[in-house]
C-alpha cells in the first residue's frame, strides 16, 4: 500500500497543505526578501510626489500619499517584529486592495475615453 500525494485522506492533507502555503507565504514576506524594496519604495514615494504630486489628480495624489504611509507602517514592522509576517501581509493586502481598486478605476476610464474619441469632451469641471 502506499501512501503520497494525492492518497485522497481529507482534513491532514488539507492541513499539511495550508501549513505549506503559510510557510511560503511567510518566506516571501521574510525580512531578508522584503526589506530591500520596501526602503526603495519609501525613498522614491516623497521624490515621485515631489515632482509629480502638483500634476496628480487629487485622488491619485491620495492614493500614492496612502500607499506612501503603508509603505512606512510596513518597513516600521520590519524594523520592530521582523518575524511577524502576519502585521505585514495585512498592510501589503490593504496596499494591493487599493491598486487593484485604482486598475480597475484606469480600465474603466480609458474605455470612456476611447467610446468618446469621436465626440468632444466636456471641459474638466
Known amino acids: ?3 503520497g500525494v494525492g492518497g ?3 482534513g491532514a492533507s488539507d492541513e499539511a497543505i495550508d501549513g505549506l502555503l503559510d510557510g ?3 518566506q516571501l514576506l521574510s525580512k531578508e526578501v522584503m526589506l530591500e524594496p520596501m526602503l526603495s519604495l519609501r525613498s522614491d514615494f516623497p521624490r515621485y510626489l515631489a515632482e509629480k504630486g502638483a500634476s496628480l489628480p487629487p485622488q491619485d495624489r491620495a492614493r500614492y500619499e496612502k500607499q ?5 507602517q510596513i518597513v516600521a514592522a520590519y524594523e520592530e517584529e521582523p518575524e511577524d509576517t502576519d502585521r505585514v501581509a495585512k498592510l501589503m493586502q490593504e496596499m494591493q486592495a487599493r491598486d487593484t481598486h485604482t486598475q ?3 480600465k474603466e476610464h480609458w474605455r470612456c475615453l476611447s467610446r ?3 465626440h468632444t469632451p466636456p471641459p474638466p469641471s
Open 116 to 118: 468618446a474619441r469621436t
Open 68 to 72: 506612501q504611509a503603508l509603505v512606512d
Open 104 to 106: 480597475k478605476s484606469s
Open 1 to 3: 500500500g502506499g501512501g
Open 24 to 26: 511560503l507565504v511567510g
Open 8 to 10: 485522497g485522506g481529507g
